[in-house]
């Protein structure tokens, strides 16, 4: 069974940084595509930032692209969101998530990852 564990979150001001880590307990090969996702009370889970299984590749939100950066290090297990510039509407709680290993490529669907972690907080103030 795949385990993973967020990191990361916290509370901060608009305009800083914030780096979340989030650790997996299979082997690498036993993990595909992996991704960031987040949820408010008021909102669906929505989609943030993915990678592919090599982390070649990566495809990010609209609302986060150019301040986001997602990496992942299959030497450490770990997955990577580097969150820059953070505004209010970026409060929520983040999760991580996997595919299967044989799903390689990264997708914004929440319904294609197999595989959760119990989420990080972060709060942005203004």
């Known amino acids: 069974q795949v385990r993973l564990d967020e990191s990361g979150g916290g509370l901060v001001r608009t305009g800083d940084p914030l780096r979340l880590s989030c650790k997996f307990s299979e082997r690498t090969l036993n993990i595909g595509a992996m991704g960031w996702f987040r949820q408010t009370p008021e909102k669906d889970r929505e989609f943030v930032a993915a990678?592919?299984?090599?982390?070649?590749?990566?495809m990010y939100a609209d609302s986060v692209r150019e301040r986001f950066t997602i990496s992942r290090d299959n030497t450490k297990n770990a997955l990577y969101l580097q969150m820059n510039n953070l505004k209010p509407e970026d409060t929520a709680v983040y999760f991580c998530a996997a595919r299967p290993e044989v799903s390689i490529a990264p997708t914004p669907r929440d319904w294609e990852y197999d595989y959760w972690g119990q989420g990080t907080q972060v709060t942005v103030s203004s």
């Open positions: 990678t592919s299984a090599s982390g070649r590749s990566a």
